[in-house]
């Protein structure tokens, strides 16, 4: 969901927030062949993470299966390009996260900085490049495994779980890519090659894109994203409730160019988490206390996964949903390797994301507010 999508939608006359919106979701949820053979890859991935983890016990669990609906695209290609860009970006990430905990490891005064500075740089990263959920991904990666610093008693403990980080998330990247390549049709001849908008800002030109060190805007959305983010990490580690991480998470997932697209990504983002959070919490207390096998977790997956992947291949103005009733549902449910009836989870990561929700409207509604036609309006200028 790009932030020019939200305002060509509104320029159009086919603003989501429709009057008619039974008839404009189900023309959201109609179905596609392409459609159903990409949902079909996607729950097939994501029960083959839950067979390979539970089985080898590769920790991330949920990590894994989500990574499946972050790596799926709409071709081969971009699918492809998206994976091992991934797989380079996150190496890079552990890698800069283990130097960084060379110095900053029982020192909070030093991590708590170096964790500020790696996201606004990765928040930078993802507005300037051409690539730049690569960018994107670097910093969310080592911010994300400095947050956690303190809660590991030793620092080989640590190393382990940030190189078992880095398998759960190459594999199921890994897998994502071969099962679209295999099954995912070629796109028509005449769409393999379309043509580029003029006076596109990613345009393939370089590495940067034109107004990368010229454009203050950049700068400022690092910044809001970085204080939003480390605000949430400051106040849930002030009360001792680290259970709602997944605030720090939410203000950098959510972060658009504009505040339009920002909040409506985050309606999206509370549409899904709801929804998943609600079949995280039928499972847990209906269903988990009954099964005995990973034969019957297998199909509780794949349920969720197909409804997930569903909405997940929809068009920009809901797919966004459908990642994250993956996420809220995978990282409700998956808490071990053994059926767990534990509600914790569901309550707080749920309150996690609301906070988060809560906190990044906030930012980017009062702190140098970017609206979209303001974005078209520069990006004219600069071509």
């Known amino acids: 969901m ?12 086919s603003d989501p927030i429709d009057s008619d919106w039974l008839g404009w979701l189900k023309r959201e949820l109609a179905p596609t062949s392409a459609r159903k053979i990409r949902t ?22 949920a990590t894994s299966a989500y990574m499946v609906f972050f790596a799926s695209k709409e071709d081969k290609l971009l699918t492809t390009i998206t994976g091992v860009g991934g797989v380079i970006a996150l190496t890079i990430g552990i890698g800069a996260t283990l130097l960084l905990y060379k110095f900053t490891y029982g020192h909070p005064e030093l991590r708590i900085p170096g964790m500020a ?4 740089l990765g928040m930078w990263l993802s507005r300037v490049l051409v690539l730049g959920p690569l960018g994107f991904l670097f910093g969310f990666v080592v911010a ?5 610093g303190e809660a590991i008693p030793s620092p080989e403990l640590l190393v382990r779980g940030l190189l078992w980080l880095w398998v759960a998330l190459a594999y199921a990247i890994a897998l994502t890519v071969v099962l679209n390549l295999l099954f995912l049709p070629d796109p028509p001849k005449a769409a393999e090659h379309p043509p580029k908008p003029k006076g596109s800002e990613r345009d393939g030109r370089g590495l940067f894109v034109p107004d990368a060190f010229t454009n203050p805007a950049h ?10 983010a480390m605000f949430c990490y400051i106040v849930y580690e002030a009360i001792d409730w680290s259970g709602i991480h997944t605030a720090l998470i939410t203000c950098t997932f959510i ?22 959070g609600a079949l995280a919490l039928f499972s847990i207390v209906f269903l ?17 996964s197909a409804i997930a992947g569903w909405v997940a291949t929809g068009s920009q103005r809901i797919s966004y949903a459908g990642l994250q009733l993956a996420f809220a549902f995978f990282y409700s449910v998956f808490q071990g390797y053994a059926p767990d009836t534990d509600l914790d989870n569901v309550r707080n990561r749920v309150v996690g994301i609301l906070f988060g929700l809560i906190v990044t409207a906030f930012v980017f509604h009062y702190i140098w507010p970017e609206r979209a036609a303001d974005r078209i309006k520069n990006s004219k200028e600069v071509s």
């Open 117 to 120: 500075i790696a996201l606004f």
């Open 288 to 304: 988990m206390p009954h099964m005995e096998s990973i034969a019957s977790l297998i199909v509780l997956v794949a349920c969720a």
């Open 144 to 148: 994300v495994s400095q947050s956690v």
């Open 255 to 276: 972060a658009l160019e504009s505040t339009e697209a920002t909040l409506y990504k985050g309606t999206l983002r509370i549409v899904g988490c709801v929804i998943g």
């Open 2 to 13: 790009s932030a020019t999508s939200v305002e060509a939608f509104r320029q159009s006359g």
């Open 219 to 228: 700068v400022h959305f690092a910044l809001k994203v970085t204080f939003a």
């Open 40 to 61: 079909a890859i996607i729950v097939a991935g994501a029960v083959l993470c839950v067979i390979i983890s539970m089985t080898l016990q590769v920790p991330e669990l």
